[in-house]
């Protein structure tokens, strides 16, 4: 096949036009054409009057012909030989695996992370055993739902903790910045397509899958490993790690709260960015981490009608472009930056504390992303060795203290804080509703949000605000609503890893996915988890990886 790359065309082609356009950039006869497919499909959107569909195609040719034409493309990037992206296993256990000298390895945290991690491991027979602090994904909704609406929180069964991870209730977003050579994001939309996820992610620049479609995929997922001798846990929690006599630097196991002891030198930490208590564990237990740069905010929600006519003009609505999205950075005369994170379009803000009298939110959507609002984190940058240059832990200090105070400003009833974007530019308390009706659950305080926040972050967001404007119209509408607080964007912690992606000071240990700061989102925790999976299954293999 042929790989053809930034190939666009007009926004309402038609399926001949994509043909005749292919024969014509090669030069060849319609008859010549055997076949093609998309391999990504995105657009561009900077003319809302003319977008541009913009394609990355897979074409078959006859082999002479192929050769004939990638010998007239020599000195171009647009034609070349499609790559090969299949997934290729590093190894395979014997059928027999564990024999009596081997130890299966163990998983901790069944997110993104942690269960593609088990997943590869069980396709190559490693039979992995996985302990998941939370419940699995039917009955943490139940759990999550009762925060949502009762106000009643779990605190090992909600939004963070369970079994797919904070992935599950998002907007699913399934793609990432990492770089990605071995187009190892292909094996992880394949397992999920595999799964029930909509064949389309694998060819749509921004593929996304929403919650409910989320929530039946980890189950069939999870099924996959059992049936391939994998052992799943839900409930248990990891109390200490457990050392060789005689070598602290040697990892031989795990204490479970429970009381169990489970044994193997191959342990992956895929733990969540908000495993506070299991972070303090490490850090007593002489784990190597350092602090690592984070943000905190607000939720901030418009009409996505306003959004789509900001970033598509007269194409709003069009089928194939849908809800629009949003970037945005603004760099702030107070040397710190503003930024949008985790944006869901047609989405609503979600109660995302796992902590008792704390308040977080979080954004969620479903897969049609219809809900009337769009909403977006606007957050600013946390730099450890400005902000708390002398503790490790220092970032989770600062987002219990912002929590706190927000569930203090929100009534002390898991209702958050919020304010008009229009009063809190005007630096004047919010008492009434307007045209825009926010969506948290289980509810909203209006007053001042500055109380939310330490100063220089309020300054940053009021300056960044009226900036963003100029480039989507309407964002600083009066009645837009910011929310609070998003402390949660990414893990405040890095535990260190060496070439053999095991711990710096413990081997056996490997730290994984976006709890120990190796990722940002599902895509990316799900590659690693990838990675790390192959790390130890050429340990336990005995591959030789040089």
């Known amino acids: 096949m042929l790989r053809i790359t930034e190939f666009k065309l007009p926004l309402n082609h038609s399926q001949e036009d994509l043909s005749k356009a292919i024969t014509s950039l090669l030069s060849i006869e319609a008859s010549q054409l055997d076949s093609f497919s998309i391999f990504k499909r995105g657009y561009d959107a900077r003319k809302k009057k003319d977008i541009q569909l913009v394609y990355q195609l897979d074409v078959v040719l006859a082999k002479a012909l192929e050769e004939n034409v990638l010998a007239r493309f020599t000195d171009s990037n647009t034609v070349k030989p499609t790559p090969d992206t299949g997934y290729y296993f590093v190894g395979q256990a014997e059928k027999d695996f564990p024999q009596a000298d081997q130890q299966r390895p163990i998983v901790v945290g069944f997110g993104p992370c942690g269960m593609l991690s088990a997943l590869l491991l069980a396709q190559m027979g490693l039979k992995p055993i996985v302990i998941e602090r939370g419940q699995d994904v039917r009955q943490r909704t139940k759990d999550t739902w009762g925060l949502w609406r009762k106000e009643k929180l779990n605190t090992e069964s909600n939004v963070q903790f369970g079994e797919g991870g904070a992935g599950t209730f998002s907007d699913g977003k399934l793609y990432s910045q990492v770089k990605?050579?071995?187009?190892?994001?292909?094996?992880?939309?394949?397992?999920?397509?595999?799964?029930?996820?909509?064949?389309?992610?694998?060819?749509?620049?921004?593929?996304?899958?929403?919650?409910?479609?989320?929530?039946?995929m980890v189950e069939k997922m999870r099924a996959e490993i059992i049936e391939l001798g994998g052992e799943i846990r839900f409930g248990e929690k990891v109390e200490s790690l457990i050392k060789e006599d005689g070598d602290q630097?040697?990892?031989?196991?795990?204490?479970?709260?429970?009381?169990?002891?489970?044994?193997?030198?191959?342990?992956i930490l895929a733990i969540g960015h908000s495993a506070r208590d299991t972070f303090s564990m490490l850090e007593k237990q002489g784990i190597y981490m350092e602090a690592k740069p984070f943000?905190?905010?607000?939720?901030?929600?418009?009409?996505?009608?306003?959004?789509?006519?900001?970033r598509f003009g007269d194409n709003a609505g069009h089928p194939i472009l849908g809800a629009a999205d949003y970037k945005l950075v603004h760099h702030c005369q107070n040397g710190r930056s503003v930024y949008s994170f985790c944006m869901c379009p047609g989405g609503t803000v979600v109660a995302a504390t796992s902590e008792e009298k704390r308040v977080v939110t979080n954004g969620m959507s479903q897969y049609s992303r219809n809900e009337r609002n769009a909403n977006s984190a606007?957050?600013?940058?946390?730099?450890?060795?400005?902000?708390?240059?002398?503790?490790?832990?220092?970032?989770?200090?600062?987002?219990?203290?912002?929590?706190?105070?927000?569930?203090?400003?929100?009534?002390?009833?898991?209702?958050?804080?919020?304010?008009?974007?229009?009063?809190?530019?005007?630096?004047?308390p919010s008492t009434e509703l307007k045209s825009v009706m926010p969506s948290y659950k289980p509810g909203i305080k209006l007053g001042d949000l500055s109380k939310a926040l330490p100063e220089f972050a309020v300054t940053a967001i009021r300056e960044a605000i009226p900036a963003f404007e100029r480039k989507i119209k309407g964002f600083s509408m009066n009645d837009a609503i910011l929310t609070g607080v998003e402390t949660r964007t990414s893990s405040p912690i890095c535990i260190r890893r060496n070439a053999t992606y095991q711990s710096m000071n413990t081997q056996g240990l490997y730290p994984a996915g976006e709890g120990a700061g190796y990722a940002g989102g599902i895509l990316s925790a799900a590659i690693?988890?990838?990675?790390?999976?192959?790390?130890?299954?050429?340990d336990l293999l005995a591959i030789d990886t040089e």
């Not at 204490?255 to 030198?265: A, D, I, K, N, V």
């Not at 418009?302 to 789509?308: C, E, K």
Request: glycine share 8%; net charge negative.
């Open 180 to 216: 990605d050579k071995r187009f190892l994001s292909r094996k992880v939309l394949t397992e999920f397509v595999k799964a029930g996820a909509p064949e389309e992610i694998m060819y749509v620049s921004k593929p996304h899958i929403g919650t409910f479609k989320l929530v039946t």
């Open 528 to 538: 690693d988890g990838i990675k790390v999976a192959e790390a130890v299954a050429k």
């Open 249 to 267: 630097d040697r990892l031989t196991g795990i204490q479970l709260t429970s009381g169990e002891t489970l044994h193997s030198r191959h342990i």
């Open 295 to 310: 943000s905190i905010g607000y939720r901030i929600e418009h009409p996505q009608s306003v959004i789509d006519e900001a």
């Open 378 to 428: 606007i957050v600013v940058g946390i730099d450890p060795e400005k902000d708390y240059p002398d503790s490790v832990l220092g970032g989770i200090d600062l987002q219990r203290e912002l929590e706190s105070l927000a569930y203090q400003l929100g009534g002390e009833n898991y209702h958050a804080p919020a304010q008009l974007v229009g009063d809190f530019l005007k630096d004047i």
